[in-house]
């Protein structure tokens, strides 16, 4: 496999956000290695792709550049293709709202260089927002890939971000032939897991999952995302890939159905007040989003798959 990054884009409906994300790719320095993009097309119902290759064009092609696509929705599936089309040593997945800094495929390059053992690097980001940030943000922003700064210049989490997350290609390979609990993001849904399923199975293939204060990106937050209704369906999101992870035979999942209800039940027995929060939409509750996360892990566990 020859030297270099490839970064690969996962889109479904992307149109509005695509044409920044790749010209902050596009400006990425690159010097001693080669670069590709490889944007995967999710079942877009929009002009993403019309978009986004007109972008690549108008900033003068720096690099090759790909569009595949993948018909089974989810970003896990979306994800799988493009690690099988990636050519390149190293890998970067860019959320189509992610503008990478320009020293940021450069930094993922001689970090992995540098250190044989890591497998999984993970950045920071500072958040931009379409509309004005809601006070209750700042309390959930790492839920949203925002966020994440750190003293020390590395860190070594149970897991990072999918957002700017970078992957030696042959072990994405790897990981990426097994079997996922979680479904992460199909269409509008929004479950989740994903990222920490990629990072468990980097650590059982005996490689390390590493932060670091080297890799920034800026992370475009639209005004829809940052409503509270959409802050309540994502802790359900996160909730449901939580206990979906769990199930694994027939006898767990009977015990998972029980503990899920037991656990939904004594939540509500000693937090009454939450139905009020959630029916009248009372935003900046931190109670009503345990709540919503808790009822996501319940219809999880009452789903049949």
Not at 268 to 289: C, Y
């Amino acid at each position: 496999m020859n030297k270099g990054v490839s970064i690969i884009i996962c889109c479904y409906n992307s149109e509005n956000v695509i044409a920044k994300t790749l010209s902050a790719i596009g400006a990425q320095a690159h010097e001693n290695f080669a670069m590709e993009v490889v944007l995967v097309e999710n079942n877009c119902t929009d002009n993403t792709v019309a978009t986004a290759t007109a972008t690549w064009d108008e900033i003068k092609n720096p690099f090759p550049f790909r569009v595949v696509k993948e018909k089974q929705a989810g970003l896990n599936f979306a994800r799988k293709k493009g690690v099988a089309e990636a050519s390149l040593e190293y890998l970067i997945f860019c959320d189509d709202d992610n503008w990478l800094a320009n020293n940021y495929a450069a930094e993922v390059y001689a970090e992995f260089e540098r250190d044989e053992s890591a497998g999984v690097l993970g950045g920071w980001s500072e958040g931009v927002y379409e509309t004005t940030e809601p006070p209750w943000f700042s309390k959930v922003s790492t839920a949203y890939a925002v966020g994440g700064s750190m003293k020390e210049l590395y860190d070594f989490p149970e897991y990072v971000w999918g957002a700017g997350m970078a992957l030696r290609t042959k072990l994405a390979v790897n990981i990426f032939t097994n079997q996922f609990q979680t479904k992460d993001r199909a269409g509008d849904l929004l479950t989740a897991g994903g990222d920490k399923e990629i990072c468990d199975y980097a650590k059982a293939y005996g490689y390390t999952v590493k932060k670091t204060m080297r890799l920034k990106f800026q992370h475009y937050i639209t005004k829809e995302r940052l409503s509270w209704k959409y802050c309540l369906k994502l802790f359900q999101g996160f909730g449901y890939s939580s206990a979906q992870r769990q199930k694994k035979n027939a006898g767990i999942n009977l015990i998972l159905k029980l503990r899920m209800c037991k656990a939904l039940m004594s939540f509500i027995a000693l937090n009454p007040g939450v139905f009020i929060d959630s029916i009248g939409r009372k935003e900046g509750q931190m109670n009503t989003l345990q709540f919503y996360s808790l009822l996501g892990a319940f219809k999880s566990a009452m789903a049949r798959n």
